[in-house]
T-cell receptor, first 111, second 114 residues
Framework: GESVGLHLPTLSVQEGDNSIINCAYS??????FIWYKQESGKGPQFIID?????DKRQGQRVTVLLNKTVKHLSLQIAATQPGDSAVYFC??????????FGQGTELSVKP | DGGITQSPKYLFRKEGQNVTLSCEQN?????MYWYRQDPGQGLRLIYY???????QKGDIAEGYSVSREKKESFPLTVTSAQKNPTAFYLC?????????????FGPGTRLTVT
């Protein structure tokens, strides 16, 4: 369904701590999941993706976990830095080629 | 330097006027997409095109039109029929329209209609 209201969920962390951003997806047939980072006034940037035949994938300082049983996706950021402050979106896709985006979570990193 | 360009970055129009937003990509991608983003919300799909000379409506196509005459270009027209046109518009492309692939985004155009 559509998001209502103008306030994103917010996660506030201390610099150097680990961050975990969660996302619930809607379609059990989705076979591709992706995390994007969006800084204010800019287009989303790719962070990491994962296919449904995997449950974990690691990148540089980021890890994505996929739990298909409960339709849950998470993004873990290690040693969070001020430059990580942004809005993070998860998206799910299937063979139709479209992505469905979540509402987003705003990550705020305190120095 | 490959990527997606959108122009202009900021656009102002009077109510009742049609306006066309530009999107160009030199990634040789087959598929292109237009999204609308409102404050504090996610991206909503307006139109998408999986191949040249073909396009489909997304979730919020009313009041918008597109064309895909060239592989690298996918302009979006916001017509006077769009009731709330003020928003941030994002164009994206992906290598193919079928199957699940990363979408690459442009920098966006912020449209303000008064």
């Amino acid at each position: 369904g559509e998001s209502v209201g103008l306030h994103l969920p917010t996660l506030s962390v201390q610099e150097g701590d680990n961050s975990i951003i969660n996302c619930a997806y809607s379609n059990s047939a989705s076979d591709y999941f992706i995390w994007y980072k969006q800084e204010s006034g800019k287009g989303p940037q790719f962070i990491i993706d994962i296919r449904s035949n995997m449950d974990k994938r690691q990148g540089q300082r980021v890890t994505v976990l996929l739990n298909k049983t409960v339709k849950h996706l998470s993004l873990q950021i290690a040693a969070t830095q001020p430059g990580d402050s942004a809005v993070y979106f998860c998206a799910e896709g299937n063979q139709g080629g479209k992505l469905i985006f979540g509402q987003g979570t705003e990550l705020s990193v305190k120095p | 330097d490959g990527g997606i360009t959108q122009s202009p970055k900021y656009l102002f129009r009077k109510e009742g006027q049609n306006v066309t937003l530009s999107c160009e990509q030199n990634l040789n991608h087959d598929a292109m997409y237009w999204y609308r983003q409102d404050p504090g919300q996610g991206l909503r799909l307006i139109y998408y095109s999986q191949i040249v000379n073909d396009f489909q409506k997304g979730d919020i196509a009313e009041g918008y039109s597109v064309s895909r005459e060239k592989k690298e270009s996918f302009p979006l027209t916001v017509t006077s029929a769009q009731k709330n046109p003020t928003a941030f518009y994002l164009c994206a492309s992906s290598i193919r329209g079928e199957g699940s692939y990363e979408q690459y985004f442009g920098p966006g155009t912020r449209l303000t209609v008064t």
